[in-house]
Nanobody, 126 residues
Framework: QVQLVESGGGLVQPGGSLRLSCEPS????????MGWFRQAPGKEREFVSR???????DDYADSVKGRFTISKDDSNTVYLQMNNLEPEDTAVYYC????????????????????WGQGTQVTVSS
């Protein structure tokens, strides 16, 4: 069973930056896409961003566009660079992966992702 190992969360002041990383535990892991969801206290889990395996296509939630950037490298690690962080970004961030071919609103639905990381806490506070 492949595991998604996340790192990079922490406490940061408003306006600061963090970079999250997600590394699959297995070498022969080539999903259709990977991405990130987040869940704030008392709220439902929500889509943040995704990138297809070739890196040629990505997407972002409106709330993070222009501030967050998703990328991946040749070692199959996926990154989420988060700039100009706001208190509203405080949440547990989950790395996800899917082998399903998704389109349209399917990208934003949690049940379309078969693999989930354990989550990493991001807290934005002064």
């Amino acid at each position: 069973q492949v595991q998604l190992v996340e790192s990079g969360g922490g406490l940061v002041q408003p306006g600061g930056s963090l970079r999250l990383s997600c590394e699959p535990s297995g070498r022969d892991f080539h999903p259709y896409a990977m991405g990130w969801f987040r869940q704030a206290p008392g709220k439902e889990r929500e889509f943040v961003s995704r990138i297809n395996w070739s890196g040629s296509s990505d997407d972002y939630a409106d709330s993070v566009k222009g501030r967050f950037t998703i990328s991946k490298d040749d070692s199959n690690t996926v990154y989420l660079q988060m700039n100009n962080l706001e208190p509203e970004d405080t949440a547990v961030y989950y790395c996800v992966a899917t082998f399903r071919i998704l389109m349209g609103s399917m990208w934003y639905q949690t049940w379309n992702y078969e693999h989930w990381g354990q989550g990493t806490q991001v807290t934005v506070s002064s």
